[in-house]
């Protein structure tokens, strides 16, 4: 029995892997990350972990089986979160084959990279499989029996990686698994996923940096969590006695609208919403003077997607029993509060940064500073 606590997490940049770091770190484990070269800076979600003891960064690929071996062979890990995807629906119909690559195909390699370095009976690997499988959905809510219908390159590279997993379970009795977990949100969340764009730009228009939002399906229904809450779950799946999958959702529904709605009042400003489909708006009826009688959002056809998923709901009563999950901790409300409030500090933030740089250019041009 291997009592080291060693875990490696692919995708450890991005929203959840941030999180995850966090959390394993704080239960004492040294915590491991696959990172990619980029020109521009990325690492800004674990920029305050660089440097502690128990934080370490490699190099690597998911599309670069040898990268992943040898991280593997490095580290020697007792647990892997694969994280690391291309995870945008709306690009994967943009950019499948790399998104099939990455999402599918990546997630044979790590599981390949840990035969290889025969720590298959040593390890246990949590993939993170995600609530587009259910797609073009047969039964609301979704739980763990719902049959999967996907409905976008995204999700039919994560079903590649759902059964992968589940076949290395069985054909080599690895203890390997999924979480199906439903949207799960923060401030740290991509800036072109449908919550922090409304976030985002509520703050903005709030504080006169932004004319309007334009958006796509508004009725579009999801199970909206708070990621930090799911990283818990992650690990909680990766410590039962047996290898199991898990939804991991609140259970409780919103459409995009209401998600819209509730972050402009959090940012001072009430909507009233008027037309349909594409003719649908929000009208400022009550905020800042300047403000009242706008259309501030507006329908656009460019973020419509070729199919979209517009009923996902999960039912997390497994988790809740098996793993002693609690799907309430965050409320919708104190969810869009969290990221409201941080992103109308971001923007009053980089409104005082670009005053400094005006004043600055100002100062030199004058030759008041050298
Ligand atoms: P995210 O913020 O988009 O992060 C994705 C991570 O994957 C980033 O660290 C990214 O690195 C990395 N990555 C992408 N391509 C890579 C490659 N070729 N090699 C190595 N790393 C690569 O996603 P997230 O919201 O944290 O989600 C984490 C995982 O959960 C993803 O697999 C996603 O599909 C899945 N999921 C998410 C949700 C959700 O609601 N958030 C729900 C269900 C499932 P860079 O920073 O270099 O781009
Ligand atoms: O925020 P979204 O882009 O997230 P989506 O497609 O649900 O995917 C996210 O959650 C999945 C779990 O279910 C993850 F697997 C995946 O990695 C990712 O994290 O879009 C949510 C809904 C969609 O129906 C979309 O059509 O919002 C609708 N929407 C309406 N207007 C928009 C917009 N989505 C985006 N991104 N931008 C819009 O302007």
Not at 13 to 28: A, N, V
Not at 132 to 155: C, D, I, R, W
Not at 265 to 272: D, S, V, W
Not at 275 to 292: F, T
Request: some cysteine; aromatic content about 10%; overall charge negative.
């Amino acid at each position: 029995m291997d009592n080291r606590k060693v875990a490696l997490i692919t995708g450890v940049t991005g929203q959840d892997g941030s999180y995850l770091s966090e959390f394993l770190i704080e239960k004492g484990y040294q915590v491991h990350g696959i990172i990619r070269r980029s020109s521009v800076d990325y690492r800004e979600r674990i920029a305050h972990l660089e440097g502690h003891p128990q934080f370490h960064l490699h190099y690597g690929d998911m599309g670069d089986s040898m990268s992943l071996v040898k991280v593997v062979a490095t580290v020697r890990p007792t647990e892997i979160y694969n994280l690391a995807a291309q995870s945008h629906v709306q690009v994967s119909f943009d950019a499948p084959e790399f998104t099939a690559d990455v999402d599918a195909t990546g997630v044979l390699r790590v599981l390949e990279a840990v035969r290889a370095n025969h720590l298959e009976h040593e390890c246990r690997i949590y993939q993170a499989s995600t609530s587009e499988l259910y797609g073009k959905v047969e039964e609301v809510p979704q739980n763990e029996n719902t049959p999967f219908h996907p409905y976008s390159p995204y999700a039919v590279a994560k079903l590649y990686g759902f059964w992968i997993i589940k076949e290395y379970r069985e054909a080599y009795n690895m203890f390997c698994c999924s979480g199906i977990l439903f949207n799960h949100e923060s401030e740290r969340r991509g800036e072109t996923f449908v919550t922090r764009k409304i976030t985002l730009a509520a703050a903005r228009i709030a504080q006169g940096k932004q004319e309007k939002l334009l958006l796509g399906n508004l009725s579009s229904l999801r199970d909206w969590g708070y990621a930090k809450d799911y990283v818990e779950c992650m690990w909680l799946i990766l410590q039962q006695p047996e290898p199991e999958d898990f939804v991991i959702a609140t259970g409780e529904q919103h459409s995009v609208r209401e998600f819209t709605y509730a972050a402009f009042k959090a940012a001072g400003i009430e909507l009233r919403f008027e037309g349909e489909d594409m003719e649908e708006k929000g009208i400022c009826v009550k905020g800042p003077a300047e403000l009242v009688g706008k259309v501030l959002v507006e329908v656009s056809p460019d973020f419509y997607r070729p199919t979209d998923v517009v009923n996902l709901w999960g039912d997390p009563t497994k988790a809740k029993t098996k793993l002693g999950w609690n799907p309430s901790k965050t409320t919708f409300e104190q969810l869009v509060s969290i990221m409201v409030k941080h992103d109308m500090e971001k923007v009053a933030a980089e409104h005082v940064a670009s005053v400094m740089r005006t004043n600055l250019a100002e100062y030199l041009e004058k030759g008041l500073v050298k």
